[in-house]
Each structure stands twice: as C-alpha cells, then as structure tokens.
C-alpha cells in the first residue's frame, strides 16, 4: 500500500503555498493535516473557507463549535482530529475532563448537550440525525439556521477526518486519552 508523505511546502501548488503561508503566520506552524490537504490547494481553500464562514454570525460559541469538533472526531475514530481539537478545546475553556465527556457524549448543560447528540447521531448515521436527536436541538431553543450550521461543521470535521483516514500522516498535536 503506498504511503501518505505529509509534503514539504515547496513542493506544492503555489496556491497552497500562499494558504500554509498564511496558516503559519496565524497559528505559528503548519499541521501536518493542513500540509497533507495542500496536495490540493482548491481543497485546502475550500475547507479553510468553508470553516471561515461558518464562523461568520454563528448560532455557535467556539466551545460549542469545539465540542462538535471532538464527537464528530470521536464518532469517526480520528486520533488526529481528537488530538488537535482536544487541545483547541482546552484553550477554549473545556477542562482535559470537559473534552473526555463530551466525546463519551455525557454532559450535563441541557444545550451542549443537545449539540452533541445531534452532532454524534448525524455522524453515526451518514447524515441522517435521529428524529429524537432533531427534537432535542430544537427544544432547548435552537433553530434552522442553527440546525444548517451543525451540519456544515459535522460534514467540515468529517472531510479532515477522513483525509486522515486515509492518509495515516503523523500527528503532531499533543496524544489524546483513550476512552472506554
């Protein structure tokens, strides 16, 4: 089986150059992820414009945004996505435990909750959330909109999950707890 090389930033387009560029002037280095999609620089751009948007006037905070980051993650067993958003939620706010039950998808605020479950139920069932999950959102307050939005960021997650899943690059985030 051939192997997945995360590529040196010269050797790719000069459209994801100028995108790693950026990236690292942002967040101080490049992830091996974020090299690995620039083997296609239309799909780093679209990804990174994609998360960009949703962040525009969101129905979500950016814990809430994290905790469906981690239970997607979970959901598709993504050691790299759950490493990188682990530590992103712990800058956030969530405590190292906060990260731990919200990918077991126990938690006990009403809303995060809710987010969680809907998140967890449309990853598990390839895009069709349980009609208890739907409810559930809904009832504690969120809308449409809100409902649009946690699809984008289930189906954004998803997309570097399986670039992962398929690429097996190493991953240089801090390594995550297992859980049972």
Known sequence: MKTIQVPATEALSTLSQSILAQVQKKMGK????????GYSGQALKGML????????????TGKEKEAVNLIVSQVNNCDYCLSAHTMLAQLKGFSKEDTL????????????????????????????A?????EQFFEVGYDEKALIELIGLATLRTF????????????DFPTIESIA
């Open 101 to 128: 039950a919200i990918r077991k998808g126990i938690v006990s605020d009403s809303k995060l909750n809710a987010i969680i479950s809907l998140a967890a139920s449309i990853a598990n069932n390839k895009g069709t």
């Open 49 to 60: 414009d994609f998360e960009a948007t949703l962040s525009q006037d969101s129905s979500f």
């Open 130 to 134: 349980s009609e208890e999950a739907l």
């Open 30 to 37: 490049v992830p091996n992820l974020y090299a690995t999609i």
């Open 160 to 171: 570097t999950n399986y670039v992962y899943a398929n690429t097996k690059i190493p991953v």
